[in-house]
């Protein structure tokens, strides 16, 4: 039990860090209470854990027709939240509300996307499929939950500057997400 619980943790984590990173730039931004926090915590770790549940449900047939584009639909998105957090950053105004609502699906669903790929894999890795979806989605929550409070902090001393460098924190995994999946590298 322990040898398959291993590598479903360290799947769990690599899965959980575009999330994480999301959701540090959020808490740099904004002051959240514990229901948007819940809510942001609940979005990325319940399209983390359902993404790779869908994968292995799936299976390789979807993959094929998935493969092709999920990268840019994940940096497309990734990079599209970036440079409107950067703009926000150099803004003078407020800025939008806090990622709620469908941006904030977006953000979950752009962040998951290679998790569904992931899923697939599950039963070559002889990890237990429905056990590791959960702990992924619990992994993902609990980090992002942890990534807004860190960001709160860090955005109490650096303010706008902390929203510009996650901005390109975004754009940066956009741009890995397609380079990496894309053929480039």
Do not use: N, Y
């Not at 002051?31 to 926090?37: G, K, L, Q, Y």
């Not at 990534?147 to 996650?166: M, P, S, T």
């Amino acid at each position: 039990m322990f040898v398959q619980f291993l590598p479903a943790l360290a799947l769990a984590l690599a899965l959980a860090m575009d999330a994480f990173a999301v959701a540090l730039t959020q808490g740099a931004r904004f002051r959240h209470d514990w229901r948007s926090v819940t809510a942001i915590a609940l979005a990325f770790g319940v399209f983390q854990g359902a993404m790779p549940l869908a994968g292995w449900l799936l299976g390789s047939f979807a993959l094929l027709l998935v493969e092709a584009w999920d990268h840019w639909i994940a940096g497309g998105l990734l990079v599209f939240l970036g440079a409107q957090m950067i703009w926000i950053g150099e803004a003078k105004g407020d800025g939008p509300a806090r990622l709620t609502g469908l941006a904030l699906m977006a953000a979950a669903v752009a962040t998951s996307i290679d998790a569904f790929a992931a899923g697939i894999t599950l039963p070559t890795l002889g990890l237990p499929p429905l056990a590791t979806c959960t702990l992924i989605a619990s992994v993902t929550a609990a980090l992002s939950a942890l990534a807004i409070a860190l960001g709160q902090k860090a955005g109490d001393r650096f303010g706008r500057h902390a929203e510009v460098a996650g901005g390109v924190m975004l754009i940066a995994l956009g741009v890995k997400i397609v380079v990496e999946h894309g053929g480039f590298a």
